[in-house]
């Protein structure tokens, strides 16, 4: 009788032994946890917001007695409408802006008409298309083209001032970036050219063309709807 506990005993000391090594050979099965992606920022659907920046640029007088050149710059700041639709990596765009404007530049220094005039622009639109990268996405790289239109405002040494609105084109490219909830932001560049207006044979003594061309260097936000 007094054996069996013994044996009892040893065969528990045996077989905690033998335990780790029996537990080796078993397979072994880890559980691996998700993965979290966040989900890639998707730039359809029409949006709003508003635009400052800084435009300079060259405006040439040029007529039979009257030649000169201004370089109008200034401050502008307005508002932008748009629609981006997405597909794949590309995003296809239409934005339109409008934007007051205080450029304006004078010449003192010309010949007729402009031995002392300015060239004043007050206003100033656009109507492009877009075309942006979202390979980055929230980063969208962009180009841009499409008409411009504002008006050119023409005061030469008579002090009779006339002024044109003018249709022209631009074009130009950016950034935008993704911010929380539904804001983007933007950095830009375009260049506008509205062509020639005409300052009249009352005004300048001769029929005078004036030609209106800016860079234009802004910032925007937007609110996606």
Known sequence: MKR????????????????????????????????FSAPHYN????????NV???FGKSDWSGTVTNGSTSPKGALAGGTLGYNLQTGSLVWGLEADIDYSWAKGS?????????SCETK????GTARGRIGYA???????????GAAFGDVKMAPSSGVS????KFGWTVGGGVEYALQANWTAKVEYLYADLGNANCSAAACTTSTDVSY??????AGLNYRF
Not at 10 to 29: M, Q, R
Not at 121 to 124: E, G, I, T
């Open 162 to 165: 006339e002024s044109e609105t």
């Open 4 to 35: 069996l506990p013994m044996t009892i005993a040893i065969g528990l000391f045996a077989a905690a032994l033998t335990a780790p090594a029996l537990a080796a050979d078993l397979p072994t099965h880890y559980y691996k946890a998700p993965v």
């Open 135 to 145: 390979a980055w996405d929230r980063w969208l790289p962009f180009i841009t083209g």
């Open 213 to 218: 061309k800016t860079n234009i260097v802004r």
């Open 107 to 115: 010449d003192s220094s010309g010949t007729g008409g402009c031995t």
């Open 53 to 55: 920046g800084y435009g």
């Open 121 to 124: 622009n007050s206003w100033l």
């Open 43 to 50: 730039w359809t659907g029409f949006y709003a917001g508003v």
